[in-house]
T-cell receptor
Framework: EDQVTQSPEALRLQEGESSSLNCSYTVSGLRGLFWYRQDPGKGPEFLFTLYSAGEEKEKERLKATLTKKESFLHITAPKPEDSATYLCAVQALLNYGGSQGNLIFGKGTKLSVKP | ETGVTQTPRHLVMGMTNKKSLKCEQHLGHNAMYWYKQSAKKPLELMFVYNFKEQTENNSVPSRFSPECPNSSHLFLHLHTLQPEDSALYLC??????????????FGDGTRLSIL
């Protein structure tokens, strides 16, 4: 069964304190792994897509990496405006596994950055 | 307008009411999705429409009825809902890929409360 587990559930950082969020996944064949950011009262906002192990993507203070079993979202010198819930989702290759190529989401990591 | 727009943003209804949620996408995408987001749970995919055809119904109760009149509009008709249906309902759209997968883009959701 296709599955996504995110850790930790919640993370509190001081401004400038770098850290990483983890997304572990089980999927028969990975078509893509997606990171989203969700602010309270808003829908998820797309950040990155990763397709194969070893791939990395960067945007401002965020850097996403991918291995065959997990992805990390590294946050370098975070600011209070980085506070949000970060969601990870995987998409299986069509006709692999039970998810039929749809996105399977984790529960998210709620990040709080204090000034 | 750009992106994915959902109306209303908030809805309170009794269990015997009938109401509809509306979603409109201005991205030129050909696939649209309904998700349910409840506290402490991952996003749950409810329905998928590709080229206006429903391709997925993830065992959703019949009190939820989707409608997709064209590739830009999606509705979710609600009737005789239960208290456990209270949640954030998110609409998303994407371009069904021929090559690498394109991300789904989300609206800001309708916060539904069932009395």
């Amino acid at each position: 069964e296709d599955q996504v587990t995110q850790s930790p559930e919640a993370l509190r950082l001081q401004e400038g304190e770098s850290s990483s969020l983890n997304c572990s996944y089980t999927v028969s064949g990975l078509r893509g792994l997606f990171w989203y950011r969700q602010d309270p009262g808003k829908g998820p906002e797309f950040l990155f897509t990763l397709y194969s192990a070893g791939e990395e993507k960067e945007k401002e203070r965020l850097k996403a990496t991918l291995t065959k079993k997990e992805s990390f979202l590294h946050i370098t010198a975070p600011k209070p405006e980085d506070s949000a819930t970060y969601l990870c989702a995987v998409q299986a290759l069509l006709n692999y596994g039970g998810s039929q190529g749809n996105l399977i989401f984790g529960k998210g990591t709620k990040l709080s950055v204090k000034p | 307008e750009t992106g994915v727009t959902q109306t209303p943003r908030h809805l309170v209804m009794g269990m015997t009411n009938k109401k509809s949620l509306k979603c409109e996408q201005h991205l030129g995408h050909n696939a649209m999705y309904w998700y349910k987001q409840s506290a402490k749970k991952p996003l749950e995919l409810m329905f998928v429409y590709n080229f206006k055809e429903q391709t997925e119904n993830n065992s959703v109760p019949s009190r939820f009825s989707p409608e997709c009149p064209n590739s830009s509009h999606l509705f979710l008709h609600l009737h005789t809902l239960q208290p456990e249906d209270s949640a954030l309902y998110l609409c998303a759209s994407s371009q069904v890929p021929r090559g690498r997968n394109q991300p789904q883009h989300f609206g800001d959701g309708t916060r539904l409360s069932i009395l």
